[in-house]
């Protein structure tokens, strides 16, 4: 398990459909909204700020569960 270990799933998606999905399953939940990047037009963006609060953590600060 990721958190066992200490890790975490970042999830970047770019469907509000997709998005709507997942939330209906229990999953956006289950991941923690936080980890859950919903993108624009802008993908690639939304990607970066996924990546860095990635880096972030692995780094040490570890602002998300």
Same mark, same amino acid.
């Given at each position: 398990? $990721? @958190?066992? *270990?200490? /890790? *975490?799933?970042?999830?970047? #998606?770019?469907? +509000? @459909?997709?998005? !709507? *999905?997942? =939330? @209906?399953? /229990?999953? #956006?939940?289950?991941?923690? !909204?936080?980890?859950?990047? #919903?993108?624009?037009?802008? $993908?690639? =963006?939304? $990607? +970066?700020? =996924? @990546?860095?609060?990635?880096? +972030?953590?692995?780094? /040490? /600060? !570890?602002?998300?569960?």
């Amino acid at each position: 398990d $990721l @958190h066992e *270990q200490g /890790g *975490q799933l970042k999830l970047v #998606i770019s469907d +509000r @459909h997709v998005e !709507r *999905q997942l =939330a @209906h399953e /229990g999953l #956006i939940d289950l991941l923690g !909204r936080e980890n859950v990047y #919903i993108g624009n037009e802008w $993908l690639g =963006a939304t $990607l +970066r700020r =996924a @990546h860095a609060d990635a880096v +972030r953590y692995v780094e /040490g /600060g !570890r602002d998300t569960p």
